[in-house]
Nanobody
Framework: QVQLVESGGGLVQAGGSLRLSCAAS????????MGWFRQAAGKERELVAG???????VYGDSVKGRFTISRDNAKNTVYLQMISLKPEDTAVYYCAARLSDFLRQRPVEYDYWGQGTQVTVSS
């Protein structure tokens, strides 16, 4: 059974930092693209960042320059380092994985999902 388990969410003040982790189990995602999405209350799920197995990345416009996605293939884990957090970054953050190594931005193109971790940024 494939599982993606996120950790590292929480409450932080504006301007602060958090690091999210997503550990995959049940299969390896080496050679597959992975990503982070977020969904704020009343809004659609949106891409935060994606990363291919070779390290190519894509970011949502609102997080460029503040968030960094990385992965450790040996640990089957992907990370999201978030700095300069803003109240509008408040959302549930989801880890996702594809069965392909092509980076994509639409949630429907991802095959596996974690349960999500809440990130709340206070002003």
């Amino acid at each position: 059974q494939v599982q993606l388990v996120e950790s590292g969410g929480g409450l932080v003040q504006a301007g602060g930092s958090l690091r999210l982790s997503c550990a995959a189990s049940g299969r390896t995602f080496v050679g597959k693209a992975m990503g982070w999405f977020r969904q704020a209350a009343g809004k659609e799920r949106e891409l935060v960042a994606g990363i291919s197995s070779g390290g190519s990345t894509v970011y949502g416009d609102s997080v460029k320059g503040r968030f960094t996605i990385s992965r450790d293939n040996a640990k089957n884990t992907v990370y999201l380092q978030m700095i300069s957090l803003k109240p509008e970054d408040t959302a549930v953050y989801y880890c996702a994985a594809r069965l392909s190594d092509f980076l994509r931005q639409r949630p429907v193109e991802y095959d596996y999902w974690g349960q999500g971790t809440q990130v709340t940024v206070s002003s």
